[in-house]
């Protein structure tokens, strides 16, 4: 069960609205203050992934990002982009990086999953289990006081 | 929060001072005035991330794109950077590996004035 869930519509504009409101809920988890930079570039990096997949797609569905605080926070991003899109996740070795062949879009994409997979450490891309789709699920530790008998 | 950019000239050096935020949302507009400089003559270009409190893969993106454009023109292009979180991202992108990064904006206008000069930028 989700603790907060948002949806928005695949603009560039609303990732930074995610992102705020994924650090917050990531706070109140009980998520430590150290790790709190990597949960707002993580949750950045997922989204801004859907969102570009929604717009080379055309797709005007909506992005959804799931929080949830159970045992740990656990973050769902999730796309509705045809499954092949997802194939071209792989982190570029240096060398490759400044080359001139290498387009933007490929670059964008290959440093943000280099930098998805740099800061979570429980990370797991799939497919979503009905339709067109991938989740982006990150999971972090939480610390918090234990509950009172 | 928001993108910020300032142009100054250091020691014949293009300086571009950022600040804010530099994700999908706010990057077009980095890319527009980097290209902006180049196309003006600019050819020794420091990028100043001292003010920059998040940069996301959009914004390393562009500064690949302008390090491309101004090898290309036989420029140079350098970064400033200080800040550790914004120092892992380049370590864990290996974009360290690519980039010129220095800590201060004079120790990058001194390395580029003296590329032969084989000095440690620190």
Redesign the interface.
């Known amino acids: 069960m989700a603790t907060v869930r948002l949806s928005f519509s695949p603009a560039p504009v609303h990732v930074r609205t995610a992102r705020l409101v994924g650090v917050a809920v990531a706070r109140r988890a009980g998520v430590a203050e150290e790790l709190l930079d990597e949960v707002r570039l993580a949750i950045g990096e997922a989204c801004t992934r859907a969102v570009a997949l929604h717009r080379q797609y055309g797709l005007p569905d909506l992005v959804m990002v799931q929080m949830s605080d159970s045992d740990s926070y656990t973050v769902s991003v999730i796309d509705r982009a045809p499954i092949e899109a997802s194939v071209g996740l792989a982190k570029l070795p240096p060398d490759e990086l400044a080359d001139e062949a290498l387009t933007d879009e490929a670059l964008t994409t290959g440093v943000g999953f280099a930098l998805l997979a740099g800061f979570v450490d429980d990370l797991q891309v799939r497919p979503v289990e009905d339709g067109a789709g991938t989740e982006v699920r990150m999971v972090w530790p939480v610390s918090r006081p234990p509950k009172q008998r | 929060m928001e993108l910020s950019l300032a142009t100054r000239t250091v020691a014949e050096h293009t300086v571009l001072e950022v600040g804010g935020?530099v994700?999908?949302?706010t990057a077009p507009r980095l890319r527009e005035r980097l290209v902006e400089l180049v196309d003006a003559g600019a050819r020794n270009v420091v990028v100043d991330l001292g003010r920059v409190d998040?940069l996301?893969?959009?914004g390393?993106?562009v500064l690949?794109?302008a390090?491309?454009r101004l090898?290309?023109a036989n420029g140079t292009f350098g970064l400033v950077c200080s800040k550790e979180?914004l120092l892992k991202?380049f370590r864990?992108?290996?974009?360290d590996?690519?980039f010129p990064i220095y800590p201060s904006v004079e120790a990058a206008t001194s390395a580029t004035d003296d590329r032969d000069g084989g000095g440690s930028a620190a």
């Open positions: 935020e994700d999908v949302y998040f996301d893969s959009t390393l993106g690949v794109g390090l491309k090898r290309a979180p991202i864990i992108t290996a974009l590996q690519v």
